[in-house]
């Protein structure tokens, strides 16, 4: 904890120096708008973040211009959300993987066998999702004003031995992200997960101090993740959610019309992030299988359901990490499922 500090505080001193840092008024800002990603260059966030910077910046005919930062210039995901948080940056995702250490409510985006299995419905289910006022709350609570959610593809374990039941996960060291709902919930399963920042999980994988991980596709080919384990397994059993946020104190003394600017442009890169996001799952996909011999395994129906059984506990795990909004939170998403089903049915 106290590493943590020193290293958030060694961080902000960095940012200071490099002039990211400052409590100046947006109008004598040189209007730059500062966005970090927890992913590294050529991922969905870094096209998420570029669209963003195209329509800011054509929008505001090049008065606002938007400085990217991809993961590995500022810091782990934990130090991004501090550094948004505190203003250094404007803008940053902050996924439910690791914010849920501070927001432990928006855990409910990594449970498993939540949404629908139909991508389609799921679509809209994100469509809606953004409505929900409480997570304007939730985030406001913390210093983060909540723009989006959006989904970066179906998680996939990639592991030294094939996982076809529960059961074989029994001992298995896995990297999970940095959330006590995740730790547990593999737990659940039998596994001895482990949590680390995202930047440290290739050498885990070749020292074998982990025995696999958890990550959408993408994520696993752009991160080298295939050349380090032998199995890459599709449980289908959630999206990586990420959440697209603003420094509150930033966006709060923003005029109302750049507000309003900023909603729109996060409403219509939301909308095209689907395609992109799957477009970057399927290619990858492909690239991973050129590269490399890793066998693949699409767990069956009745592979699934063993699953989806063997997790029930942890939904009242979440209950009691998230509290009662966070159960009445999940009720009202598992109504949402519920009923964008029923429609396309
Ligand atoms: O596993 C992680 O920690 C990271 N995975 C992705 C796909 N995005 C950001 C996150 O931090």
């Keep these: 904890m106290a590493r943590r500090r020193v290293q958030t505080f060694l961080l902000i001193l960095i940012c200071s120096l490099l002039g990211l840092y400052g409590c100046k008024s947006p109008a004598s800002e040189g209007r730059e708008w500062r966005f970090a990603l927890e992913e590294i260059k050529g991922g969905v966030q870094d096209a998420y973040a570029m669209r963003f910077k195209a329509l800011i910046e054509e929008r505001s005919q090049s008065e606002i211009t938007v400085s990217v930062y991809p993961y590995g210039t500022l810091g782990t995901s934990d130090q991004i959300t501090e550094l948004v ?14 914010l849920g250490k501070i927001i432990p409510e928006v855990q409910v985006f990594l449970l498993h066998f939540l949404l629908s299995d139909d991508d389609n419905i799921n679509r809209q289910i994100y469509r809606e999702l953004q409505k929900m006022p409480v997570f304007k ?26 996982v076809r039941r529960p059961e074989d996960f029994a001992g298995m060291k896995l990297r999970v992200m940095t959330s006590s709902l995740l730790l547990a919930a593999y737990q659940n399963y039998g596994a001895s997960p482990i949590a680390m ?17 958890v990550n959408p596709v993408f ?6 993740f295939y050349e380090v384990t032998d199995y890459l397994i599709f449980p289908r059993q959630a999206q990586f959610i990420g959440s697209a946020v603003a420094s509150q104190a930033f966006f709060e003394r923003l005029p109302a019309s750049e507000q309003q600017m900023v909603r729109e442009v996060i409403a219509q890169v939301n909308d095209e992030i689907y395609d ?69 049915s």
């Design 219 to 224: 994520a696993i080919e752009e991160m080298s």
């Design 276 to 344: 992109v996001q799957a477009e970057y799952n399927r290619e990858r996909l492909e690239v991973i299988a050129e590269r490399s011999d890793i066998q693949m395994i699409k767990l069956n129906d009745a592979e699934r359901a063993a699953f989806a059984e063997a997790y029930q506990p942890v939904y009242d795990i979440y209950k009691n990490l998230a509290g009662e909004r966070g159960a009445a939170l999940l009720a009202d998403v598992q109504a949402l499922v519920a009923r964008m089903q029923a429609a396309q």
């Design 85 to 98: 948080n505190n203003g250094a940056v404007h803008f940053a995702m902050a996924s439910p993987g690791h």
């Design 197 to 213: 920042p995202y930047s440290e999980i290739y050498s885990a994988l070749q020292l074998k101090m982990i025995d696999g991980q």
């Design 137 to 162: 709350t939730l985030y406001a609570e913390k210093g983060l004003e909540f723009l989006a959610f959006y989904p970066e593809g179906w998680m996939a374990w990639t592991t030294q031995q094939p």
